[in-house]
């Protein structure tokens, strides 16, 4: 599979990743022979890339990571530090708290050095705190973490992080059903050397073309509990989009997409973005794994194609989410 250097994280990423959260929590029930099949099968794909988080199942992917990659040394395992906060508010980032977050997930890795930490979506002031940033810088000194980079919401949080000379990475949600990262932050990530981590890149699955309006889910996936943003940011359920409103625009990327699957579509528009280092959609199952991973090598978008995805995008969903995020 191919892989993009990242100079500020030095090192490469496969250009398909893994996103971890569904193994945790969130998403339904999924057993531990399931996930670990699903880490086996991207790994054996050749994916080099999994980003997981302390929060996702309370430290049960984190742990099914470790478990996986245990007996592989050319894998690059990315988590989260944060979320665990409660009140999630910007004094709750304390050098001694973000030590303690860290350290629950060197153990639940089964790893003495973390190799990426991203704050997760953290509050905005927290990109403006330098004692924070001078604690991860801290981290890294001691031996605790390899690298640290921010996982956000917005597009300005993303812009003031890549200002910070420490930050090696930027996780930001990037799909056909959100442009608004194009226009800024992907050129100051370039230009900087910052990686770009893609996710929700298939709209919570609404990019998959799987679902109609008679899906409903299980009451436990963020996906009914979360669609009013009543949990954590609206943005990561849907990307955003009312269910309804993305149903109807996925309709017409199914003509854009031709013979291709429609997950297949959405996924090759997110490797071929420029400035993008690696996309992580999840799967909950060994061969959608698989499946994903292959998009790599997949032929790439057409201009055409792409400007028919960016036209769905302005007649469907931009009034909706362009200027919430």
Not at 42 to 69: C, I, M, N, W
Not at 220 to 232: E, I, L, M, P, V
Not at 236 to 244: L, R, S
Request: include cysteine; glycine fraction near 8%; aromatic fraction near 6%.
């Amino acid at each position: 599979m191919e892989s993009r250097h990242v100079p500020r994280l030095g090192a490469s990423l496969s250009v398909v990743g893994l996103g971890c959260w569904q193994l945790g929590a969130d998403w339904g029930d999924v057993d531990d022979a399931d996930a670990l099949a699903t880490l086996d099968g991207a790994l054996d794909a050749g994916v080099t890339f999994l980003d997981t988080a302390d929060v996702y199942g309370d430290g049960r992917s984190e742990r099914l990571v470790g478990r996986a990659v245990a007996a592989r040394d050319d894998v690059l395992v990315a988590t989260k530090a944060g979320r665990r906060a409660d009140p999630h508010v910007p004094e709750a980032f304390t050098p001694e708290n973000l030590r303690a977050w860290t350290d629950r997930s060197r153990e639940n890795l089964g790893v003495e050095t973390l190799d990426l930490v991203q704050l997760h979506c953290p509050p905005t002031p927290v990109y403006s705190a330098d004692a924070v940033f001078d604690a991860l810088d801290q981290l890294v000194a001691d031996g605790s973490l390899r690298a640290y980079g921010v996982s956000v919401e917005r597009t300005d949080e993303a812009l003031t992080a890549i200002a910070r000379p420490g930050v090696a990475t930027v996780q930001i949600i990037l799909n056909a059903f959100r442009l608004k990262p194009l226009e800024q932050v992907l050129p100051a990530a370039q230009e900087a050397g910052v990686g770009i981590i893609a996710r929700v890149p298939l709209a919570s699955g609404l990019l998959s073309g799987k679902y109609d309006a008679s899906t409903t889910f299980a009451a436990d996936d963020h996906r009914t509990y979360n669609r009013d943003g009543s949990a954590f940011d609206v943005g990561e359920t849907f990307a955003g989009v009312p269910f309804e409103v993305g149903l109807r625009a996925v309709e017409e990327l199914r003509e854009v997409a031709g013979d291709r699957p429609l997950a297949e579509l959405a996924l090759r528009w997110v490797v071929d973005t420029p400035g993008v280092t690696t996309v992580i959609p999840g799967a909950r199952n060994a061969e959608q794994a698989r499946r994903n991973a292959a998009v790599a090598g997949s032929p790439a978008l057409t201009a055409d194609e792409r400007d028919a995805v960016a036209a769905v995008y302005d007649r469907h969903v931009r009034p909706l989410v362009h200027d919430s995020w």
